[in-house]
């Protein structure tokens, strides 16, 4: 294990040094701006959006699974990493300006070293009752990182390959990509609390509208004083200050209404004047114009969506008790006997929408800057092919997300307890009618024979 510790440390020692003698450049010719794409960049490209974008994300659900996989995994994710290290400090072609991305890249070395020993020493099974418990928990946490930090990361990838996000334009850089991938980490989370949360939602005794309304409330007033620089006061200016006011206020009477585990609509009714501002946004180009539309009434459509899924679709998460999980009035199950929540439903299947919405309205949000815009425009390609691109990687991004949450539902020590059931649901819940809760204590397994007691 020493040695193994060891070559993996010399392995990052080198990669550190051909990064600190890879030349950045703070100025560019037009030849050099414009030079061609070679080959190795590419290949550094794929390789590391592979790697960061699928096969950590995968060895991290495995990880939550405690499948004998997540090793294997995250072993060839490392040696694949460095890899594509070597490749990005080695191509020709076209040069570009010193930025985050190079940085981005050099504190990588950091959570990986990190993650790596965190691995070897875990392996060792020592200090079992004194340091090994604080280990696997800094293990996990670091290991949770990586899908945010390889997000950040293939940010500043295409915002390097592009040239954007430089002088007067890193502030609407900054509100378009971070407020852009806001909405598709909240589309993420719906989609876990959709389809392998709801008994933790039970058990925190909070409904997941009153989460909702305290993350608007603290983005609504760092929003507030954050939109407007200087002291003339523009268009945008006012009207961005001013959704942050409405986010606060409206996450004051979210938080007080979905108090004592109550559902509430006031989160949804903010995604929709969200959206209804942004699609009458004024912008200077008609294409800009015409994708912030569609923006914005995708994400009235995610705000719809969710006002039906809370009042008409979603189960009512009540809290669990210790007197018994077969009692319908307590559990997330016994509301599925009149086939509301039944997971071969339609109205399973209608609870996707918000989630995939909202991912949709991130995308098309973090692809509306002025710079990304005025490329397109110069490429002669108009609102629809540009705005179908997006859903079209929308769809894409949103399979990734629930095939991964399906991962941690079938693999590992979920195996046997998550498999697809009732038409290929996938929540790690027990049906009270066809499945028995585990007993508290040890008695004869009773068995049900389809058929009997049937309405």
Known sequence: MARRLALASGLFLLLASSALAHKHHDELTEEQKNAPVDTILWLHIFLQAGVWGILFPVGMVLGLSKSRWHVPLQSTGFALTAAGYVLGHSHKGRAFLAGAHGK?????????????????????????????????????????????????????????????????????????????????????????????????????????????????????????????????????????????????????????????????????????????????????????????????????????????????????????????????????????????????????????LPPFLLVASGLLFMSATDEELHFVNDQGMDHVTYILIMFSVAFVLYALIVSLINLYATSGRNASTGAPRDGGAIELTQSNKWYAPVPAAEVEPVNHVIGDEED
């Not at 719906?190 to 009153?210: F, H, K, N, Q, Y």
């Not at 200087?230 to 200050?241: A, I, L, N, R």
């Open 104 to 352: 981005m890249a050099n504190i990588l070395f950091v959570p990986m070293a990190l993650q790596l020993a965190l691995g070897v020493y875990l392996k060792l099974h020592i200090h079992e009752e004194t340091l090994r418990p604080w280990a696997v928990r800094l293990h996990g946490v670091v290991g949770k990182s990586y899908p945010i930090l390889a997000w950040v990361q293939m940010l500043f990838g295409a915002i390097a390959f592009g040239g954007y996000c430089r002088g007067d334009n890193l502030g609407q850089c900054l509100a378009h990509y971070i407020m852009g991938s806001g909405f598709i980490a909240y589309g993420t989370i719906m989609a876990i609390l959709l389809l392998v949360g709801e008994a933790w939602v039970r058990r925190s005794g909070r409904s997941p509208d009153w989460w909702d309304s305290w993350v608007i409330l603290l983005w609504g007033i760092v929003n507030t004083f954050t939109e407007h620089r200087g002291s003339t006061w523009s268009v945008k200016d006012m009207q961005h200050t001013i959704l942050g006011v409405l986010w606060w206020a409206g996450g004051i009477l979210g938080i007080f209404l979905s108090r004592n585990n109550q559902r509430s609509v006031v989160p949804a009714i903010i995604i929709i004047l969200t959206g209804w501002a942004m699609s009458d946004h004024a912008q200077a180009l008609m294409l800009s114009t015409k994708v912030h539309a569609i923006f914005g009434y995708t994400l009235m459509s995610a705000g719809l969506a969710r006002i039906i899924e809370v009042c008409f679709v979603a189960p009512k998460y009540t809290q669990e008790v210790v007197d018994g999980d077969g009692h319908s009035e307590h559990t997330l199950d016994g509301s599925r006997e009149d086939g509301v929540a039944s997971s071969s439903s339609p109205m399973r299947a209608f609870r996707h």
